[in-house]
């Protein structure tokens, strides 16, 4: 169950939305089901002889009462609103326990505690069988405004006990770390314009890929600049020094025709200047040289790196392996860039994915990860991949996610301990008849590993991934016997999630030779059929600014 809570200051205007046909006609005979007085509050939803502006302003003057009464003086942002909204599968939810749940948010968020007769107004409507809005004006009977601090949290934490109550799927608890989603505005004009992602999405993954290259801070507004993004800073009033900063996508405008801008911590926490500053040497540090005469070098360095990071996830020091999981967010972003073919978008959807256990509520020591860091910029600048260096990093990258993945996890941070891509890949599983013969191919492909593949609990994931290889023409028991000669499978703590990656992700040479030996009949044109990416992955943002 998920609460959005935001604050404006046209009721009216909500009001109007909430009771209208939706922006697609989706909404579906709109009605209250809970307010501060149902006795009091109108249904004008139940009302089809009236139009919706008439509805509006029927509502709105039992709703915005209290701003009246203080002489018209509405106090800015003085309407609350709230949808909530049920997880994808979740069982339906009667106009009665949408009530309940309007309440209860409603009493923790404190804008209307249990018994307070002079809370503030607020009702709650339902147009759809998934979802309600709760809707107030913070203007309490008498005259002062709501305690409403850190409502957000509050309304997530009273959600949390919904879902275990009412048998709803249990949701994870935010930490305050995880960017700001999309508004409904931002996707329905992005929609407009054709584009498979928002403005405020497309700036934060240009953003986070620039400053995973760049050594200064000049060097991170320099190179945004270059790409077509506008660039604003604001200057402190006594030192001149840059105290935060916007960006702007090519072309996106308001209705005047002015850019909209994005705040770096409005994109993303960790974009913030300060958290910048953290990760970038001082501006009077000596640029080293971008170049290596050995082209193989970097990839070994990050290698090594990657590695090292590996052992440090083990420790004690949890400021330590929170600033290598950082520079292996770069590190990601890197080999993305670094790598040619059609293997840069699945790379890039990794680093985009990773994002989630790259950030927590631990403060990261940055100097820490000066090698990986240090290894993760000079691959940025590298040729492309020599050779089988590249499967070697992959493989490595491969184990660290898995890592970092399980430090989380020992550690309680639920939202960094989930694998984003696994899991979706085992919600969509194959039948179980379907399944069965695969695992029989295992046995055929595999007969040493077999048993430890399929105890694997991301065997599920696999038996997607290789649904996919055989839509797309592969044999799938000789696919498994060709990815499990890569390396040896002995020292893998699971095997499955290994082949998985080494299906989906392995250089474009290795994959076509896997190809040609797995496929054992059809024509040479199905040999050379890619195997779908694991995830859908959004425009690239070469083609995004080409769009624009």
């Known amino acids: 169950m998920v609460p959005d809570v935001s604050t404006g200051s046209d009721s009216r205007g909500l009001i109007v939305y909430l009771f209208g046909p939706g922006r697609r006609d989706e909404h579906t005979d709109p009605h209250i089901v809970a307010a501060w007085d149902m006795a009091g509050a109108p249904g004008p939803g139940r009302d089809p002889a009236a139009t919706y502006t008439q509805l509006a302003k029927r509502l709105d003057h039992h709703v915005d009462l209290r701003t009246r009464e203080l002489g018209g003086k509405k106090p800015p942002q003085h309407v609350w609103h709230c949808p909530v909204r049920t997880a994808p599968g979740d069982r339906y939810l009667t106009d009665t326990e949408w009530a309940e749940v309007a309440r209860r948010i409603v009493h923790a968020t404190g804008i209307a505690p249990e018994g307070d007769a002079k809370a503030c107004r607020w009702i709650a409507v339902r147009h759809a069988d998934d979802h309600i809005h709760i809707m107030a004006t913070t203007v309490r009977a008498d005259g002062r405004r709501p305690r409403t601090h850190h409502d957000g949290q509050r309304a997530q934490a009273e959600c949390r006990k919904i879902e275990a109550e009412f048998g709803l799927r249990r949701l994870k608890s935010g930490d305050l770390t995880a960017p700001r989603p999309p508004t409904g505005a931002e996707r329905a004009k992005a929609e407009r314009q054709g584009q498979t992602v928002t403005a405020r999405h497309w700036l934060r993954e240009q953003a986070y890929a620039v400053a995973a290259a760049v050594r200064t801070e000049a060097d991170y507004f320099t190179v945004l600049q270059s790409l077509g993004i506008k660039v604003k800073t604001r200057l402190g009033p006594e030192t001149g020094d840059v105290i935060g900063y916007s960006l702007a996508a090519p072309g996106d405008t308001n209705a005047a025709g002015e850019p909209v801008w994005y705040g770096g911590s409005k994109l993303a926490p960790d974009l913030s200047i300060n958290r910048l500053r953290e990760r970038l040497p001082d501006q009077d540090v000596v640029d080293r040289p971008r170049y290596v005469a050995d082209p193989a070098d970097p990839w070994r360095h990050t290698t090594t790196a990657v590695h090292t990071a590996r052992t440090v996830l083990d420790s004690d020091d949890d400021a330590v392996a929170q600033g290598h999981l950082t520079a292996f967010g770069d590190a990601l972003y890197n080999i993305a860039s670094a790598t040619t073919g059609p293997h840069r978008a699945e790379l890039r959807a990794a680093a985009t994915a990773f994002n989630r256990a790259r ?190």
């Open 359 to 548: 950030r927590s509520a631990t403060r990261a020591d940055h100097q820490a990860a000066t090698a990986l860091r240090k290894a993760a910029k000079e691959l940025a600048y590298a040729s492309s991949e020599p050779g089988g260096l590249a499967i070697a990093l992959i493989f490595a990258t491969v184990h660290l996610a898995r890592a970092a993945a399980k430090w989380h996890e020992q550690r309680g941070h639920a939202q960094q301990a989930a694998t984003p891509v696994l899991a979706d890949l085992a919600r969509r599983a194959p039948r179980a008849a379907t399944a069965h013969r695969f695992e029989q191919d295992v046995r055929a492909a595999l007969p040493d590993h077999a048993d430890r593949i399929l105890a694997d609990p991301t065997w599920t994931a696999l038996t997607t991934t290789l649904a996919h290889a055989e839509t797309a023409g592969h044999n799938p028991r000789h696919l498994l016997a060709t990815v499990g000669t890569l390396r040896e499978l002995d020292s893998a703590e699971r095997p499955a999630e290994v082949l998985n990656w080494r299906i989906t992700a392995q250089p474009n040479r290795r994959t076509q030779a896997a190809r040609r030996r797995s496929t054992v009949s059809g024509t040479s044109s199905m040999s050379a059929t890619p195997i779908p990416p694991a995830t859908p992955v959004g425009t690239r943002p070469e083609e995004h600014s080409r769009h624009r």
